[in-house]
């Protein structure tokens, strides 16, 4: 999965006769953060080949009502394949760390071997991001509780064994197809979930955690049970929607779309950043023009006639159930539930997934005349993630407790 780039030419102690060292350490960070990215079915693209590939299966034929029967001496019309294809394009990802002559010379600590261990973990939770935020774009969705919308959400609507239960018979009816029965394990399904939601769901008498197995078989990276013949995963790094903009407005005038709050988080930023963003004020609803969180000013799209109160809400409705006092959202976190094939991986054939980058001091020539810089780089050289079955892989959308 990972490679190794070293141009030191010797001047710093170690670097020649330690490549693989650091590059163990990078991968070994990286595995620890690959949950979502196992599972998928794996494509390289070989060099000079661009930077997309196209995944085409099959599709299932129709069965009508006359199942097939044949009428006695008569050809029946032929039927026509067909295919549906899903295109995939890689991006790259990548992050360095400059170390000083001084640092590396008098550090307890072995700078460059722990800068690729906390790269490798930086980079491999790129990795898992990538791939599970493809996953969590499908269609097929299933709410906690039978609520219809994400906004209708609350901590109370949290992941049971019914949940689960109906996403097994959900895929088994949408033909998916499960993982196992070749490499000794029975048949089953996978399921990603966040540690609070498995919290919720031990509290079922159902529960079965691995060291209640009927039979030893090989456990996946992170496995924490088996239910309904569904295999749990355990990840950190499932992903879960917060409400990322909540404050008071300190400061509006009249006919003005400049709104001054008293705080912009980093999260707020970004959401607001987005284009066509929208924010709830009070009671309605504003489409965003711009935002400056050094000022703490949003920009709306069209100004405001009426000024609008100091310690008035300004908030976002992207999560879960709203507060009708506080206008806080619940959290709602994403359990994914698939089959084999639902999604793919991808990545650069030659490159690897993640390639790790020594530089050594002097080896940027005159830009370091006197030797005082190295860098610990890694770099995603290729990936992406897409989704290949929407009906092979269900996304249930719920609550955690506290």
Known sequence: MANIT?????TVPGTQLNK???????????????????YGQKRHIPPHNGKRVEFRRWNLFDIDENMCALTEGVTPDGQTLSQSAVEAEVS???????????????????????????????????????????????????????????????????????????????????????????DGRKQHFICICSPDATFDLQEDPLWQDVSKY???????????????????VE??????IRQAVHAKVTAHTSNSAVVTVDSITPEAEA???????KVMIGSAEYTVAGVDRAEKKITLASPVSTVISAG??????????????????????????????????IDLEKGGAITTIIKGRGSAGTDDPLDQRATAGAKVMGYTAKILNDLWLLRIEHGVSA
Not at 220 to 229: A, K, R, V, W
Not at 271 to 277: I, K, N, P
Not at 315 to 344: I, Q, R
């Open 235 to 240: 990840s950190t790094e499932a992903k879960v």
């Open 312 to 345: 008035t809400y300004v908030y976002s409705t992207e999560a879960g159930k709203l507060d009708d006092t506080t206008k806080t959202a619940d959290d709602v976190h994403m359990t994914l539930v698939f089959g084999k094939d639902a999604y793919g991986v």
């Open 92 to 182: 790259q990802y990548g992050a360095y760390v400059e170390i000083s002559d001084m640092l590396e010379q008098t550090a307890y600590e072995q700078v460059l071997s722990d800068s690729a261990e906390l790269l490798g973990e930086q980079l491999g939770t790129v990795v898992e991001w990538v791939t599970r935020d493809a996953m969590c774009a499908g269609n097929n969705v299933q709410r906690a509780g039978n609520k219809s919308a994400r906004s209708e959400i609350s901590a109370a609507d949290t992941l049971t064994v019914d949940e689960i239960r109906k996403a097994v018979r959900t895929l088994k009816k949408a033909k998916a197809r499960p993982f196992g029965g070749k």
């Open 214 to 232: 009927a039979a030893k078989e090989q456990l996946y990276t992170g496995e924490i049970g088996m239910l309904f013949g569904v295999v749990f």
């Open 6 to 10: 070293n141009t030191t030419q010797n």
């Open 20 to 38: 693989t060292f650091f590059d163990r350490q990078l991968l070994e960070g990286a595995r620890t953060r690959l949950v979502h990215a196992q």
């Open 271 to 277: 959401f607001l950043a987005r284009e066509g963003a």
